[in-house]
C-alpha cells in the first residue's frame, strides 16, 4: 500500500531516520566528488546555487530508485520532489547565510574603506557593484542615475537616487564612480560640470574599447582627464586621404622623440609606410619611441632610428638620399617659452636653422613634402620662440613661393596640445597630488586645447590636402580660461579651494605673474580669413604677407650673429625678420 506525502508522518521513526542517514551518506561523497565543498562562500554565485539544485536532484534521484530495495512507503514521486525543493532551499539559504556572515565578519576587520556612489545604474553600474560587493577597499552607498524610470529601484539591495541626492549633503562620500563607459564626449562634460559643485573626487571605468578588448578591468578606475571637462568633439580624418598621402611612401618625422612628433609616428605607423624614420637629436627620447614602436609594429614595417640633428645638413642629407623620403613632417623644435627667452641664441640656432636645413635638403634631393609643425605663439609673437616659430613659418613660404624644384612646403598651426610635455595641466595634476599650491601665471590667462592623437590627426589629414604654400590652422573650439580649469580640477579631485571664503580648504591658487614673453590670450591668426577645408576641423589661412627683399641675406647675418654668441644682434635681426 503507497501513502501521500501527508502520510509521511505516520509512518515510523526507523525509516525515517534511515532516510536520513543516506541523504548524509550518500550526499557528503556525492557533494566532495561534484566539487561543492571546492566552492568558497565568501565568493558564492547564482551559478553555485543552481548546481546545489543540480545536485541535490542527483542525491534525491539516487534515493528513489534505491528506495525499490529499501521499500520505503513513503517515498513517492511527491514526497521526493517535496524532498528536493526542502533539500535545495535549505542548503541554500544556509550558504547564503554564511557568506553573509562571513562578509560581515570580513568586514569588521577593514574600517578604512571607501564610500563611494556608482553613477550610472545600468549593466555597467551593476557589474560595477558586484565586483566590490567583495572589496575590503570600496563600500557602495547607492546609485546614482538621471533615469527617472530607475529611481528608488535597487540593485544588490543597493538603493538608486536621481543625482540631486547629492546636494542634501545626507551622506559622507568619498568618490563618485562613473560607471557608463558608452558616454560621448559632450555627455561625460556635462556630467562633470554637474557633480564639480560638490566637491568629491571623480574616478571613472574604462572605455568600451577597453573593456571589450580586455586590455581593463571594470574596476580599473582612472582620474577624470581634463579633456573630459573640455567636452570638445572630436572629427576623425578620412582614412582614405590619409593613406594616399602616408601608404607605401617613406616618411621623416624630425622631433620623433617628442609629444607631437612621438604621436605622429604611431599614426603613421598605422598607416603602413613603405619605410619610417624617426629622427631625434635625444638619445633617451629615441630610445623610448624606439621601443613604442616596436612594440606597435605588428606588420613587422622597416622603421629607421636616426640619432642626430635636423641642424647637420650632411647627416641630413645623406639620410634622406639614401632612404629616398618623400614625405617630411618636421617637428624638431625647442618649444618651452621660458626656457627659450632664458637661452634665445640656441632657441633661434634649433629652432629656425634646423627648418632652413631641411628646406634646403628637400629642394635638392626633390622630396614631395615638406610639413611644419607650428604654433600659435607664432601669431604676433611676443616671446623668442614664438619668433622663431613664426621665422620658420616665413622660411617655410620663401621656399615655396620660389618653387626652385618639385617639393610642395605647409604649415599647420594649432595651440596648446594636452598632455604635452610642459603643459599647463600635468603641472596642475602634481600640485593637487603634493598638496598645492597651484601656480597660476594670471587669473586672466586663457588658451585653446588641443588633445595629442587629436592634433596628429589633423597634422596628417592637412599634409594629405596640401598643395603647397598654405598654413592650415586646426579648430581649437574656444579658448578655456586656464583658472577655470584649475578649480575643477580641484574639485573632481575631491579637494577644496582655499580663498577668503574657506581659508580652511584644501589646495590654494597663487597667482605668480605673467612669465617674461607670455600673453594672455593666443590667437591662431595674423590678419585675414581662414577659408575652411573638406575637414570641418582644418581651415587654411589667406594671411596677407609681404617677403622681405633680401630675406637669405637677413638669414645669413642672424646666422652669424648668432654663432658669434652676439645676443643683442640676434634678437635684434630676429624681430626686423618677423614684424
Known sequence: MKFNTIDFYDNSFNEFLLLLVLIIGIGIPLYSRTGQNKVLSLYLSSNSLYQIFARNALLISFIYFLNFYLRFEFLDIQFSILLWISLSTLTCITKVMIKDILRYIKSLEFKNYKSVVIYGAGSAGAQLAAQLRNSTEYKVKFFIDDSEYLLDRRIYNIPIFSPDILKKGYFKIDEILLAIPSLTINERSTILEKLSPYQIKVLQIPSIEELSRGNKKIDSFRPVKIEDLLGRKIVRPKTSLLKNAISNGVVCVTGAGGSIGSELSRQILKLSPKKLILLEQNEFNLYSIKNQMDKLNHKKLTIITALGSANDKNFLKKLLSFHKVNIIFHAAAYKHVPLVE????????????????????????????????????????????GATKRLSEIIFLYYDSKKLGLTKF??????NVLGSSGSVIPLFQKQIDEGGPLTLTHPKVNRYFMTIPEAAELVLQSAAISKGGEIFLLDMGKPVLIKSLAEKLIKLNGKTIIDKNNPEGDIEIV???????????????????????????????????????????????LLDAVKSQNKSKSLEILKFMVK
Do not use: W
Not at 594672455?520 to 582644418?538: F, H, K, V
Open 410 to 415: 605647409s604649415m599647420v598651426r594649432f595651440g
Open 342 to 385: 632664458e637661452n634665445p641664441l640656441q632657441g633661434i640656432l634649433n629652432n629656425v636653422f634646423s627648418t632652413k636645413t631641411i628646406c634646403d635638403v628637400a629642394i635638392h634631393l626633390n622630396i614631395q613634402k615638406v610639413i611644419l609643425i607650428s604654433s600659435d605663439k607664432a601669431v604676433r609673437p611676443t616671446n623668442v620662440m
Open 511 to 557: 597667482d605668480v605673474g605673467l612669465r617674461p614673453g607670455e600673453k594672455l590670450y593666443e590667437e591662431l591668426l595674423i590678419d585675414g580669413e581662414a577659408s575652411q577645408t573638406i575637414n570641418p576641423l582644418i581651415f587654411k589661412a589667406n594671411e596677407k604677407f609681404s617677403m622681405l627683399l633680401d630675406f637669405e641675406k637677413k638669414l645669413d647675418e
